[in-house]
Protein backbone atom coordinates (compact mmCIF):
# COMPACT_ATOMS: atom_id res chain seq x y z
CA UNK A 1 0.00 0.00 0.00
CA UNK A 2 1.46 3.25 -1.20
CA UNK A 3 2.55 5.85 1.94
CA UNK A 4 -0.60 8.02 3.41
CA UNK A 5 -0.48 11.23 2.44
CA UNK A 6 -0.50 13.36 5.58
CA UNK A 7 -3.46 15.50 6.01
CA UNK A 8 -6.16 13.33 4.02
CA UNK A 9 -7.16 9.77 3.29
CA UNK A 10 -8.97 8.88 0.24
CA UNK A 11 -11.03 5.14 0.39
CA UNK A 12 -13.78 4.47 -1.98
CA UNK A 13 -16.17 2.19 -1.24
CA UNK A 14 -19.07 1.41 -4.48
CA UNK A 15 -20.03 4.96 -5.13
CA UNK A 16 -19.53 6.37 -1.63
CA UNK A 17 -16.62 8.77 -0.57
CA UNK A 18 -15.38 8.51 2.61
CA UNK A 19 -13.35 11.06 3.86
CA UNK A 20 -10.83 11.13 6.98
CA UNK A 21 -9.04 13.95 7.52
CA UNK A 22 -6.43 14.02 10.44
CA UNK A 23 -5.34 17.57 10.53
CA UNK A 24 -7.08 20.77 9.64
CA UNK A 25 -8.73 20.97 6.62
CA UNK A 26 -10.32 24.24 5.05
CA UNK A 27 -14.36 23.20 4.65
CA UNK A 28 -14.68 24.97 1.72
CA UNK A 29 -11.76 23.29 0.09
CA UNK A 30 -14.02 19.92 -0.12
CA UNK A 31 -16.42 21.34 -2.22
CA UNK A 32 -14.85 19.99 -5.19
CA UNK A 33 -15.51 16.54 -3.50
CA UNK A 34 -18.99 16.79 -4.13
CA UNK A 35 -21.61 17.39 -6.99
CA UNK A 36 -22.64 20.98 -7.61
CA UNK A 37 -26.11 19.74 -7.06
CA UNK A 38 -25.69 18.23 -3.27
CA UNK A 39 -23.23 21.29 -2.72
CA UNK A 40 -25.66 23.70 -3.39
CA UNK A 41 -28.41 21.80 -1.47
CA UNK A 42 -25.96 21.91 1.46
CA UNK A 43 -25.33 25.51 1.45
CA UNK A 44 -29.16 25.80 1.40
CA UNK A 45 -29.98 23.86 4.43
CA UNK A 46 -27.46 25.50 6.18
CA UNK A 47 -28.26 28.83 5.08
CA UNK A 48 -32.35 28.02 6.00
CA UNK A 49 -31.72 26.64 9.74
CA UNK A 50 -29.77 29.77 10.44
CA UNK A 51 -32.47 32.37 9.05
CA UNK A 52 -35.06 31.78 12.76
CA UNK A 53 -31.80 32.13 14.04
CA UNK A 54 -30.38 35.67 12.50
CA UNK A 55 -34.55 36.81 12.87
CA UNK A 56 -34.37 35.86 16.79
CA UNK A 57 -31.17 37.80 16.98
CA UNK A 58 -32.46 40.73 15.44
CA UNK A 59 -35.07 40.98 17.96
CA UNK A 60 -33.16 40.36 20.45
CA UNK A 61 -31.00 43.18 19.57
CA UNK A 62 -33.88 45.19 19.05
CA UNK A 63 -35.07 45.02 22.51
CA UNK A 64 -31.65 45.82 23.93
CA UNK A 65 -31.50 49.17 22.44
CA UNK A 66 -34.88 49.84 24.12
CA UNK A 67 -34.49 52.31 27.29
CA UNK A 68 -35.73 50.20 30.39
CA UNK A 69 -39.25 51.62 30.30
CA UNK A 70 -40.19 50.45 27.12
CA UNK A 71 -38.34 47.02 28.15
CA UNK A 72 -40.96 47.07 31.12
CA UNK A 73 -43.69 47.57 28.90
CA UNK A 74 -42.59 44.55 27.03
CA UNK A 75 -42.31 42.56 29.72
CA UNK A 76 -45.61 42.98 30.93
CA UNK A 77 -47.01 42.91 26.91
CA UNK A 78 -45.45 39.19 26.74
CA UNK A 79 -46.54 37.98 30.05
CA UNK A 80 -50.13 39.01 29.75
CA UNK A 81 -50.02 37.07 25.86
CA UNK A 82 -48.12 34.08 27.81
CA UNK A 83 -50.96 34.26 30.59
CA UNK A 84 -53.60 34.45 27.79
CA UNK A 85 -52.41 32.03 25.76
CA UNK A 86 -52.00 29.11 28.52
CA UNK A 87 -55.64 30.20 29.95
CA UNK A 88 -56.75 28.88 26.35
CA UNK A 89 -54.55 25.80 26.10
CA UNK A 90 -54.52 24.20 29.36
CA UNK A 91 -58.24 23.65 30.69
CA UNK A 92 -57.24 22.13 34.67
CA UNK A 93 -55.16 25.20 35.92
CA UNK A 94 -53.41 22.98 38.64
CA UNK A 95 -51.79 21.18 36.10
CA UNK A 96 -49.81 24.49 35.64
CA UNK A 97 -48.76 24.29 39.34
CA UNK A 98 -47.60 20.11 39.17
CA UNK A 99 -45.81 21.52 35.63
CA UNK A 100 -43.69 24.30 37.72
CA UNK A 101 -42.72 21.36 40.18
CA UNK A 102 -41.95 19.55 37.40
CA UNK A 103 -39.54 22.27 36.24
CA UNK A 104 -38.19 22.69 39.35
CA UNK A 105 -37.36 18.77 39.68
CA UNK A 106 -35.46 19.26 36.59
CA UNK A 107 -33.31 22.07 37.57
CA UNK A 108 -32.21 19.79 40.50
CA UNK A 109 -31.75 16.83 38.39
CA UNK A 110 -29.33 19.39 35.81
CA UNK A 111 -27.27 20.37 39.65
CA UNK A 112 -27.58 16.74 40.71
CA UNK A 113 -25.35 16.07 37.45
CA UNK A 114 -23.43 18.68 37.49
CA UNK A 115 -21.91 17.68 41.13
CA UNK A 116 -21.73 13.98 40.14
CA UNK A 117 -20.15 14.06 36.57
CA UNK A 118 -18.54 17.28 36.26
CA UNK A 119 -17.18 17.09 40.45
CA UNK A 120 -17.14 20.99 40.57
CA UNK A 121 -19.83 23.25 42.12
CA UNK A 122 -18.20 26.43 40.69
CA UNK A 123 -20.68 28.84 39.90
CA UNK A 124 -23.75 27.61 42.47
CA UNK A 125 -24.68 29.48 45.28
CA UNK A 126 -24.72 27.98 48.78
CA UNK A 127 -26.75 30.94 50.32
CA UNK A 128 -29.10 29.92 47.68
CA UNK A 129 -29.24 26.69 48.13
CA UNK A 130 -29.50 27.33 52.64
CA UNK A 131 -32.62 29.30 51.79
CA UNK A 132 -34.54 26.93 49.63
CA UNK A 133 -33.73 24.69 52.27
CA UNK A 134 -35.10 27.17 54.49
CA UNK A 135 -38.41 27.80 52.94
CA UNK A 136 -38.91 24.49 51.79
CA UNK A 137 -38.72 23.28 55.31
CA UNK A 138 -40.59 25.69 56.77
CA UNK A 139 -43.34 24.83 54.32
CA UNK A 140 -43.37 20.78 54.62
CA UNK A 141 -43.73 21.33 58.61
CA UNK A 142 -47.02 24.00 57.52
CA UNK A 143 -48.01 21.33 55.28
CA UNK A 144 -48.04 18.73 57.90
CA UNK A 145 -50.09 20.35 60.49
CA UNK A 146 -52.55 22.28 57.95
CA UNK A 147 -52.83 20.61 54.76
CA UNK A 148 -51.30 17.19 54.11
CA UNK A 149 -51.85 16.93 50.04
CA UNK A 150 -50.03 15.68 46.91
CA UNK A 151 -47.97 18.87 47.52
CA UNK A 152 -46.18 17.53 50.59
CA UNK A 153 -44.88 14.82 49.17
CA UNK A 154 -43.36 17.27 46.40
CA UNK A 155 -41.74 19.56 48.94
CA UNK A 156 -40.10 16.32 50.40
CA UNK A 157 -38.36 15.01 47.33
CA UNK A 158 -37.41 18.54 47.02
CA UNK A 159 -35.76 19.19 50.22
CA UNK A 160 -34.05 15.89 50.44
CA UNK A 161 -32.66 16.76 46.85
CA UNK A 162 -31.44 20.24 47.94
CA UNK A 163 -30.18 19.19 51.21
CA UNK A 164 -27.82 16.59 49.37
CA UNK A 165 -26.59 19.53 46.96
CA UNK A 166 -25.68 21.54 50.18
CA UNK A 167 -23.80 18.71 51.51
CA UNK A 168 -21.56 18.07 48.10
CA UNK A 169 -20.98 21.65 48.07
CA UNK A 170 -20.12 21.93 52.05
CA UNK A 171 -17.89 18.86 52.46
CA UNK A 172 -17.68 16.84 48.94
CA UNK A 173 -16.51 19.82 46.01
CA UNK A 174 -15.66 22.63 49.00
CA UNK A 175 -12.45 22.99 47.02
CA UNK A 176 -14.51 24.41 43.75
CA UNK A 177 -16.67 27.05 45.82
CA UNK A 178 -16.32 30.28 44.88
CA UNK A 179 -17.03 31.58 48.52
CA UNK A 180 -15.72 35.17 47.59
CA UNK A 181 -18.25 35.38 45.36
CA UNK A 182 -21.14 34.16 47.08
CA UNK A 183 -20.86 37.40 49.03
CA UNK A 184 -24.59 38.21 49.35
CA UNK A 185 -25.64 39.08 53.27
CA UNK A 186 -28.94 36.36 53.47
CA UNK A 187 -30.24 38.07 56.79
CA UNK A 188 -30.87 41.06 54.40
CA UNK A 189 -34.05 38.73 52.91
CA UNK A 190 -34.33 36.40 56.23
CA UNK A 191 -34.96 39.29 58.45
CA UNK A 192 -37.55 41.08 56.38
CA UNK A 193 -39.34 37.89 55.73
CA UNK A 194 -39.90 37.18 59.25
CA UNK A 195 -40.95 40.68 59.91
CA UNK A 196 -43.02 40.81 57.23
CA UNK A 197 -44.56 37.62 58.10
CA UNK A 198 -45.10 38.83 61.47
CA UNK A 199 -47.45 41.28 60.37
CA UNK A 200 -49.00 39.95 57.16
CA UNK A 201 -50.17 36.72 57.46
CA UNK A 202 -53.37 34.80 56.99
CA UNK A 203 -56.24 34.94 58.81
CA UNK A 204 -57.54 31.33 58.87
CA UNK A 205 -58.61 29.34 62.21
CA UNK A 206 -54.88 28.07 62.91
CA UNK A 207 -52.54 28.38 65.08
CA UNK A 208 -51.29 31.60 64.77
CA UNK A 209 -47.49 30.73 64.82
CA UNK A 210 -48.17 28.09 61.75
CA UNK A 211 -50.13 31.32 60.01
CA UNK A 212 -47.09 33.28 60.81
CA UNK A 213 -44.74 30.42 59.32
CA UNK A 214 -46.97 29.78 56.79
CA UNK A 215 -46.47 33.08 55.54
CA UNK A 216 -42.47 33.59 55.81
CA UNK A 217 -42.23 30.54 53.74
CA UNK A 218 -44.18 32.16 51.06
CA UNK A 219 -42.03 35.92 51.43
CA UNK A 220 -38.85 33.56 51.51
CA UNK A 221 -39.21 31.50 48.02
CA UNK A 222 -39.42 34.93 46.21
CA UNK A 223 -36.29 36.21 47.51
CA UNK A 224 -34.56 32.91 47.82
CA UNK A 225 -32.70 33.40 44.15
CA UNK A 226 -30.94 36.24 44.93
CA UNK A 227 -28.20 35.53 46.42
CA UNK A 228 -27.35 32.79 43.15
CA UNK A 229 -28.12 35.99 40.81
CA UNK A 230 -25.71 37.99 42.82
CA UNK A 231 -23.27 35.23 41.97
CA UNK A 232 -23.82 34.89 38.84
CA UNK A 233 -23.20 39.06 38.34
CA UNK A 234 -20.11 39.11 40.26
CA UNK A 235 -18.42 35.80 37.45
CA UNK A 236 -20.16 37.09 35.12
CA UNK A 237 -20.08 33.74 32.97
CA UNK A 238 -22.26 31.41 33.75
CA UNK A 239 -21.36 28.27 32.87
CA UNK A 240 -24.35 25.87 30.92
CA UNK A 241 -25.56 23.42 33.78
CA UNK A 242 -25.74 26.60 36.17
CA UNK A 243 -27.19 28.91 33.14
CA UNK A 244 -29.93 25.34 32.76
CA UNK A 245 -30.97 25.25 36.29
CA UNK A 246 -31.07 28.97 37.11
CA UNK A 247 -33.26 28.98 33.89
CA UNK A 248 -35.53 25.85 34.95
CA UNK A 249 -36.42 28.06 38.40
CA UNK A 250 -37.35 30.84 36.10
CA UNK A 251 -39.76 28.64 34.04
CA UNK A 252 -40.74 27.17 37.39
CA UNK A 253 -41.44 30.47 38.93
CA UNK A 254 -43.19 31.61 36.15
CA UNK A 255 -46.14 28.84 35.68
CA UNK A 256 -46.32 28.81 39.17
CA UNK A 257 -47.35 32.73 39.03
CA UNK A 258 -49.51 32.27 35.80
CA UNK A 259 -51.67 29.12 38.00
CA UNK A 260 -52.32 31.70 40.86
CA UNK A 261 -53.43 34.52 38.36
CA UNK A 262 -55.50 32.22 36.09
CA UNK A 263 -57.11 30.72 39.46
CA UNK A 264 -57.67 34.04 40.76
CA UNK A 265 -59.97 34.89 37.08
CA UNK A 266 -61.25 31.77 37.12
CA UNK A 267 -62.99 32.46 40.18
CA UNK A 268 -63.98 36.38 39.56
CA UNK A 269 -61.40 36.96 42.81
CA UNK A 270 -63.27 34.47 44.86
CA UNK A 271 -59.82 32.48 45.55
CA UNK A 272 -58.99 35.55 47.30
CA UNK A 273 -61.03 35.72 50.18
CA UNK A 274 -60.57 32.24 50.54
CA UNK A 275 -57.29 32.75 51.52
CA UNK A 276 -58.38 35.69 53.97
CA UNK A 277 -59.21 38.64 54.92
CA UNK A 278 -56.67 42.09 54.92
CA UNK A 279 -53.50 42.71 53.29
CA UNK A 280 -52.22 38.63 52.63
CA UNK A 281 -54.47 38.10 49.26
CA UNK A 282 -52.50 40.15 47.90
CA UNK A 283 -49.26 39.66 48.99
CA UNK A 284 -49.54 35.98 48.07
CA UNK A 285 -50.23 37.37 44.75
CA UNK A 286 -47.29 40.19 44.29
CA UNK A 287 -45.10 37.54 45.96
CA UNK A 288 -45.21 35.52 42.69
CA UNK A 289 -45.10 38.37 40.39
CA UNK A 290 -41.47 39.34 42.28
CA UNK A 291 -40.28 36.16 42.20
CA UNK A 292 -41.40 35.48 38.46
CA UNK A 293 -39.69 39.19 37.08
CA UNK A 294 -36.63 38.67 39.80
CA UNK A 295 -35.24 35.71 37.23
CA UNK A 296 -36.99 37.30 34.27
CA UNK A 297 -34.28 39.38 33.07
CA UNK A 298 -31.44 36.40 33.80
CA UNK A 299 -34.18 34.31 31.52
CA UNK A 300 -34.11 36.86 28.41
CA UNK A 301 -30.15 36.69 28.12
CA UNK A 302 -30.12 32.90 28.88
CA UNK A 303 -32.58 32.09 25.47
CA UNK A 304 -30.97 34.72 23.41
CA UNK A 305 -27.75 33.21 24.02
CA UNK A 306 -29.19 29.81 22.83
CA UNK A 307 -30.69 31.66 19.65
CA UNK A 308 -26.73 32.70 19.22
CA UNK A 309 -25.79 29.33 19.86
CA UNK A 310 -23.15 30.36 22.48
CA UNK A 311 -22.97 27.44 25.23
CA UNK A 312 -21.63 29.53 28.30
CA UNK A 313 -23.69 32.47 28.90
CA UNK A 314 -22.08 36.25 29.34
CA UNK A 315 -24.00 38.83 31.36
CA UNK A 316 -23.62 42.38 30.97
CA UNK A 317 -23.25 44.17 33.76
CA UNK A 318 -26.68 45.72 35.81
CA UNK A 319 -28.54 42.37 34.57
CA UNK A 320 -28.96 40.96 38.26
Same mark, same amino acid.
Given at each position: ?84 ? !? =? ?11 ? /????? #? &? +?? $? ?118 ? !? =? ?11 ? /????? #? &? +?? $? ?68
Amino acid at each position: MPPQRRGQILIFHHLDLRISISTKFPKKALNFLLPPQRSRGISKMRGASSAPKRKMNAVFGWVKRQPPKVKAFISVVAGMAALVF !L =RFIVHDHDNLFVA /AEICH #A &L +GI $AVLIYKLTKEKTCAGLSLKSQDLTALFLAVRLYCSFVMEYDIHTLLDSATLASTLWVIYMIRFKLKSSYMEDKDNFAIYYVVVPCALLAFLVHPSTSHNILNRIFWAFCVYLEAVSVLPQ !L =RLMQNTKIVEPFT /AHYVF #A &L +GV $ARFLSCAHWVLQVLDTRGRLLTALGYGLWPSMVLLSEVVQTFILADFCYYYVKSVFGGQLVLRLPSGVV
